[in-house]
């Protein structure tokens, strides 16, 4: 059974920064690409960044200028979401997604969602 489980996020100041993590069971990384999305409240869920089984990376968030960096630790099996200069815009609830090997940001593609975790940016 393929399974993730998110930790990180909370409360941050505009101007900080944040990781999130997104633990991976039932597969590996090196066969599954990872994509991160958010949803805030009464917007559609939007991709964020992906990456992908080879460990190359896309950016969806291109307003971000680099703002969110996807990383993956092979032997934890745990991809991870730097976030930087984070303002109240990008506060929202954050998934991580699988599928295998490719990374696509239309989210209806993704079958296994991690529970999903809160960011909150105050001015």
């Known amino acids: 059974q393929l399974q993730l489980v998110q930790s990180g996020g909370g409360l941050v100041q505009s101007g900080g920064s944040l990781r999130l993590s997104c633990a991976g069971s039932?597969?590996?990384?090196?066969?599954?690409?990872i994509a991160w999305f958010r949803q805030a409240p009464g917007k559609d869920r939007e991709g964020v960044s992906c990456?992908?089984?080879?460990?190359?990376?896309?950016d969806y968030n291109h307003s971000g200028q680099g703002q969110f960096t996807v990383s993956r630790d092979i032997a934890k099996n745990t991809a991870y979401l730097q976030m930087d200069s984070l303002n109240p815009a990008d506060t929202a609830v954050y998934y991580c997604?699988?599928?295998?090997?490719?990374?696509?940001?239309?989210?209806?593609?993704?079958?296994?969602w991690g529970q999903g975790t809160q960011v909150t940016v105050s001015s």
């Open positions: 997604a699988a599928r295998p090997n490719f990374c696509t940001s239309r989210y209806p593609k993704y079958k296994t």
């Open positions: 039932g597969f590996t990384l090196d066969t599954y690409a």
């Open positions: 990456i992908r089984s080879d460990g190359s990376a896309i």
